[in-house]
């Protein structure tokens, strides 16, 4: 299947488009969440998602969480056995959500357990497939060009099936980081008093001891490696609000 890029972080096959957007309609609340399509009935039309090498260990399970919003019941899968974004897995691998999708037009946590087996895996590409049709209900393909989109966002790994008390995606009209992307410093825009910020990589990892503080509400990035980042803003009533950012 020909992929193209799409940006520096993801490549797409052909029969589904991947797109990236600021959307204020009231079905995407998500700010530059994807926006996936449907423009040929290839069930097998995917997103392959480079990420940084991780290993699950042997005997353990850990959780892939996705947030999504459709209209309607997709049946969505992944694979981890690609060795590439070149490669598209093996097709007896999917892995389906713990739970299918039912919140129709609001957004939703995907659950998808990764076994490492007897051995342990390595996991060097994340194959998302968006509309494979089958184990759905109705079943078929839902997606099209014309009306019926799929948004995918938060894409977060984690050794639980929930992440904590926080709330994953938590919108905030008021709250806002500039530049987005950036390359250096940051500003989080609110009239909340924030008491703690965290932040983490893409797969969860928390590295916020890698940025500087420059005062409460301004941080500089510069010592970052270009990428995808996740924010987590503490409030002083110990709320959580996440935000994406993406260093260039």
């Keep these: 299947m020909k992929k193209h890029k799409f940006l520096i972080l993801f490549l797409i096959c052909s029969s589904v488009f991947v797109f990236g ?3 204020n309609s009231s079905t995407n609340t998500s700010d530059k969440s994807l926006k996936v399509w449907r423009t040929t009935n290839n069930p097998e039309g995917l997103i392959a998602f480079p990420v940084t090498n991780f290993t699950i260990p042997q005997n353990t399970t850990m959780y892939i969480h996705m947030m999504v919003n459709y209209n309607k019941q997709p049946d969505i899968a992944i694979r981890i056995d690609a060795q590439n974004v070149n490669s598209d897995g093996t097709s007896a691998t999917y892995i389906r959500p713990i739970a299918p999708y039912t919140s129709y037009n609001k ?19 994340i194959l998302i497939f968006p509309d494979l049709g089958i184990e759905n209900q109705p079943a078929g393909q839902i997606l099209n060009d014309t009306g019926n989109f799929g948004y995918i966002d938060e894409i977060i790994l984690s050794q639980n099936t929930t992440l904590s008390t926080e709330t994953i995606f938590n919108k905030n009209k008021d709250l806002s980081i500039f ?23 893409s797969l969860g990892k928390e590295i916020t001891k890698r940025i500087h503080k420059i005062n409460t509400n301004e941080y500089d990035l510069t010592g970052l490696s270009s990428g995808i980042y996740f924010i987590k803003i503490i409030d002083e009533n110990g709320s959580n609000y996440k935000r994406k950012i993406i260093k260039q």
């Design 21 to 23: 957007q600021n959307d």
């Design 107 to 125: 957004w939703e946590n995907l659950v998808f357990p990764i076994s490492g087996g007897s051995t342990g895996k390595e996991v060097n590409t």
């Design 179 to 201: 530049p987005n992307p950036a390359s250096g410093k940051i500003k989080i825009s609110t009239e909340m008093t924030i008491v703690k910020i965290l932040l983490y990589t």
